[in-house]
């Protein structure tokens, strides 16, 4: 089988070059090898002479502040880069993988989300990805929309790291507490995506969107805490005292992007239809920390 995989050094991108190896030959691009999604004719002139069978969609517009204020690349990247995927994979008959947010939600209410639930994004981020995600399903292609929240990888900053080098550098940290979600690793996402490529490439009955996120729930303040003690647990360099990690509340945190406070995404779906497990948040933080944490030694 040929994979095409479209932004190959991002944090899922790199997890799916390990992970989709194993389903066959793999091309994998990004946007400075011709698959640049700002240039839509060279994109659409490539993705025809690999003419994969399955193409796995990992580049985004992922900036969530920047978003609001470039909102015409985020709609290249999000929206009508992922359109042009799914045209051409509804002619080819490929298989179209793509990712999308929790950021699709406006985040009202306490419980979570099914795939079903209305769409109602807050930001250009949000919104872009809701276009690319409706681009998709009404193409007709047969497609896969994983939707995820609070991505971390080993490659590249995320959350995790960037409170680790706070808690290195300063005495105190004031983190949001009212924004609930799962921490999901880009591993786990691209371990999850194999088999469900390999399942919906000879079952279209499987093909749809659906939530992929680490077992549990978490807010960033508890999230941050969690980081920091697990690496001052193991000899980090960290400065902040456990009591000076401040929970506040969003109000206390403007930006420009509104964030959803409520990330929650029921992964019913995905589980019963793939008989996948999701590992608990933790796990996968764990896993990510130990690998990353002797870089951060002197
Ligand atoms: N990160 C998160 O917390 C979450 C991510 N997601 C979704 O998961 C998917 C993967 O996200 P993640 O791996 O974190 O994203 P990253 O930001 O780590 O990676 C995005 C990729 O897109 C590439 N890219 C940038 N500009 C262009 C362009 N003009 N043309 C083509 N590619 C380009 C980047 O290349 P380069 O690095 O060279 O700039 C990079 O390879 C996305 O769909 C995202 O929306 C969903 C929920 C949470
Ligand atoms: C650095 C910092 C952040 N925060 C808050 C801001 C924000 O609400 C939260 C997380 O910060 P980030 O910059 O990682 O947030 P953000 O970039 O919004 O993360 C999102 O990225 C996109 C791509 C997604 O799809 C989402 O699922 C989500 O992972 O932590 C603090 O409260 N204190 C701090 O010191």
Same mark, same amino acid.
């Given at each position: 089988m040929k994979v095409l995989l479209l932004g190959k050094n991002g944090q899922v991108g790199w997890e799916l070059q390990r992970a989709l190896s194993v389903v066959g030959e793999v091309v994998a691009l990004d946007h400075d090898d011709g698959g640049d999604f700002t240039q839509p004719e060279a994109l659409l002139a490539k993705v025809q002479a690999v003419a994969p069978q399955v193409i796995v969609n990992a580049a985004a517009h992922t900036a969530v502040d920047k978003a609001e204020s470039e909102p015409e690349l985020a709609r290249q990247l999000n929206a009508?880069?992922?359109?042009?995927?799914?045209?051409?994979?509804?002619?080819?008959?490929?298989?179209?993988?793509?990712y999308s947010t929790d950021y699709v939600f406006d985040g009202s209410g306490q419980h979570a989300r099914t795939e079903d639930a209305p769409i109602a994004p807050l930001s250009v981020y949000g919104r872009t990805k809701a276009e690319g995600e409706d681009a998709i399903r009404a193409s007709g292609c047969q497609h896969l929309i994983l939707r995820t929240s609070w991505v971390y990888g080993a490659r590249g900053g995320n959350f995790?790291?960037?409170?680790?080098?706070?808690? +290195?550098? !300063? &005495?105190?940290?004031?983190v949001i507490a009212d924004q609930i979600g799962a921490p999901t690793g880009a591993d786990l996402l691209a371990d999850l995506t194999v088999p469900m490529l390999r399942a919906a490439r000879v079952n279209p009955a499987l093909i749809g969107t659906y939530h992929a996120v680490a077992a549990g729930e978490t807010n960033w303040h508890e999230y941050?805490?969690?980081?920091?003690?697990?690496a001052r647990a193991r000899g980090a360099h960290i400065q902040v005292a456990p009591d000076q990690i401040l929970a506040i509340p969003t109000s206390d945190y403007p930006?420009? +992007?509104? !964030? &959803?406070?409520?990330?929650?995404?029921d992964t019913t779906r995905l589980r019963q239809a793939f008989g996948l497990h999701l590992p608990h948040w933790q796990r996968g933080v764990e896993r990510m920390l130990t690998e990353h944490l002797p870089e951060t030694r002197a």
């Open positions: 009508q880069g992922p359109a042009l995927l799914a045209i051409e994979a509804k002619r080819t008959g490929a298989l179209l993988v793509h995790a790291k960037t409170m680790l080098r706070l808690a +290195a550098e !300063r &005495p105190q940290l004031k941050a805490r969690f980081v920091i003690e697990f930006t420009p +992007a509104q !964030r &959803p406070l409520n990330s929650r995404l």
